[in-house]
C-alpha cells in the first residue's frame, strides 16, 4: 500500500509494549520522520508514551540495525511491511 509516497510499516514501541501500523514519507529524512512517529504514538497511546528527556532511535527489527539518522525513508530499507523499532 503506497499512498501519495508514503510507506506502511509495522512500528513496535518497547517502552510501552506496543505496536501500530503507521504510514512513514519516502522523502523525509529519518532524523525528521521520528518526531512524527513520536507524536502519532503519543497520539495514539493517549499520551501515555512521551519520551521527554531523550530521543529514541529508529532500527530494524530483523537486522537490529540502526536507521543512519541523514538518510531518507526511500534509500533506507524500509518498505511496506518493514518492521521497524523506536527505541
Given at each position: 500500500?503506497?499512498?501519495?509516497?508514503?510507506?506502511?510499516?509495522k512500528?513496535?514501541?518497547?517502552?510501552?509494549?506496543e505496536?501500530?501500523?503507521?504510514?512513514?514519507?519516502?522523502n523525509?529524512?529519518?532524523?525528521?520522520?521520528?518526531?512524527?512517529?513520536?507524536?502519532?504514538?503519543k497520539?495514539?497511546?493517549?499520551?501515555?508514551?512521551?519520551?521527554k528527556?531523550?530521543?529514541?532511535?529508529?532500527?530494524?527489527k530483523?537486522?537490529?540495525?540502526?536507521?543512519?539518522?541523514?538518510?531518507?525513508?526511500?534509500?533506507?530499507?524500509?518498505?511496506?511491511?518493514?518492521?521497524?523499532?523506536?527505541?
Open positions: 500500500m503506497t499512498m501519495n509516497n508514503k510507506v506502511l510499516v512500528l513496535y514501541v518497547p517502552k510501552i509494549q505496536e501500530y501500523d503507521v504510514l512513514i514519507p519516502l523525509k529524512r529519518i532524523c525528521n520522520v521520528i518526531p512524527l512517529l513520536i507524536k502519532a504514538v497520539e495514539l497511546s493517549r499520551g501515555y508514551y512521551d519520551p528527556d531523550e530521543t529514541p532511535l529508529l532500527y530494524d530483523l537486522s537490529a540495525k540502526q536507521y543512519e539518522l541523514k538518510n531518507t525513508v526511500k534509500s533506507s530499507n524500509i518498505k511496506n511491511g518493514t518492521e521497524i523499532i523506536l527505541i
